[in-house]
């Protein structure tokens, strides 16, 4: 017996897709560049993709769970940032990582070369090193769409302001 596929709901990679393209073609393509070399660096994490109103952001994790996301892309009409978790701990001699969150600092990115100098790779590999959760050895990461998460929190958040 056949059954008739009547499932509508977009394919992660055309539904990030879609997402980055309300960006100008220039963050469309520095996006996608970036990608691609945090995909190659790292093959067995999952993506985890959330859409925000200003921003989208795709999370490295070694699981299925965003809180044990390792490093973050963060797309914006301003441009791109590499998050890292753990950052405040993270040995930055050159001063290179911005932001004054608790758990979290970035750094701008303007092209995926900028992976690859010496001192940003040493903060990925720090941030790597204080993962909660290591990546996995081998296997093959997928693209998980979170935005339904993203959406849940947000009516959360706005359902707890009224109760105020």
Do not use: C, W
């Not at 055309?14 to 996608?32: C, P, T, Y």
């Not at 995926?112 to 940003?120: N, W, Y």
């Amino acid at each position: 017996m056949k059954v008739a596929a009547d499932n509508k709901k977009p394919k992660p990679e055309a539904e990030l897709r879609s997402l980055i393209n309300r960006f100008d073609a220039k963050n469309q393509k520095l996006f996608r560049s970036v990608r691609t070399t945090m995909r190659k660096r790292f093959p067995t994490a999952n993506e985890l993709a959330y859409d925000y109103p200003s921003s989208v952001v795709v999370s490295y994790s070694p699981t299925d769970k965003g809180i044990d996301g390792v490093l973050a892309l963060a797309a914006r009409a301003d441009g791109l940032a590499l998050y890292f978790t753990h950052g405040p701990e993270l040995p930055d001699p050159k001063g290179l990582l911005l932001g004054s969150g608790k758990q979290t600092r970035f750094i701008p990115v303007e092209s995926a070369g900028r992976l690859a100098h010496p001192d940003v790779t040493a903060l990925i590999a720090a941030s790597v090193e204080r993962a909660t959760v290591p990546l996995p050895a081998s296997g093959k990461g997928m693209l998980i769409m979170k935005t339904d998460a993203a959406k849940k929190r947000k009516k959360r958040n706005s359902l707890a302001k009224r109760k105020k």
